[in-house]
Antibody
Framework: QVQLQESGPGLVKPSQTLSLTCTVS??????????WNWIRQHPEKGLEWIGY???????HYNPSFESRAVISIDASKNHFSLNLTSVTAADTAVYYC??????????????WGQGTLVTVSS | EIVLTQSPSILSLSPGERATLSCRAS???????LAWYQQKLGQAPKLLVF???NRATGIPDRFSGSGSGTDFTLTISRLEPEDFAVYYC??????????FGQGTKVEIK
């Protein structure tokens, strides 16, 4: 059974960098089969895709985040990470990681991690 | 960017009733690359339907998806108590960024 687990600080100061890691178990991230994604959800609001990384290091970002988000991968630890720079209160959200298959017809998000709440506040 | 608009925002129904949720896309969603997710309070979204009409593994057959092009529907034939939740549609076509609808909350009447 594939499981994803987010980890990282729950509180970040304004203007600093939000850093999260997603650890994958039950599957190897070092294959051609999947994209590894970050998605966030503002409190009481909808869902927003941030971007993905492929095991080769190829990334694609939502233009809304392109100047601030960096996704990286560490195959030796079977995890991938998100850095979001220059955060503001608007970045307070639950952050999820999720897997998507590489086949065009199968790029839905499944499974998801349980999510981690990050609050931006001084 | 493909904008997904879900309606209604809130659906008030009783257990045993039929729920019909709509998701309309601002442009054609190619290859019917449309998924539906269920989210309960404090939990991550859970995949229900992919490819517009294919139920995910373990999803009861009271959930069904339909539609193509720009208009998609999720139907819950007979609401069970555990079905009261928020439902999101999402497009994963070749048009990036991948986007979600704003959600439909199915609440107990």
């Amino acid at each position: 059974q594939v499981q994803l687990q987010e980890s990282g600080p729950g509180l970040v100061k304004p203007s600093q960098t939000l850093s999260l890691t997603c650890t994958v178990s039950g599957d190897s991230i070092d294959t051609d089969a999947h994209y590894w994604n970050w998605i966030r959800q503002h409190p009481e609001k909808g869902l927003e895709w941030i971007g993905y990384i492929f095991h080769t290091g190829v990334t694609h970002y939502n233009p809304s985040f392109e100047s601030r988000a960096v996704i990286s991968i560490d195959a030796s630890k079977n995890h991938f990470s998100l850095n979001l720079t220059s955060v503001t209160a608007a970045d307070t959200a639950v952050y999820y990681c999720a897997r998507a298959a590489i086949l065009v017809a199968s790029r839905y998000f499944d499974p998801w991690g349980q999510g981690t709440l990050v609050t931006v506040s001084s | 960017e493909i904008v997904l608009t879900q309606s209604p925002s809130i659906l008030s129904l009783s257990p045993g009733e039929r729920a019909t949720l709509s998701c309309r896309a601002s442009q054609t969603v190619r290859v019917n690359s449309l998924a539906w997710y269920q989210q309960k309070l404090g939990q991550a979204p859970k995949l229900l339907v992919f490819g517009a009409s294919n139920r995910a593994t373990g999803i009861p057959d009271r959930f069904s998806g339909s539609g193509s092009g720009t208009d998609f529907t999720l139907t819950i034939s007979r609401l069970e108590p555990e079905d009261f939740a928020v439902y999101y549609c999402q497009q994963y076509s070749g048009v990036l960024p991948w986007t979600f609808g704003q959600g439909t909350k199915v609440e107990i009447k």
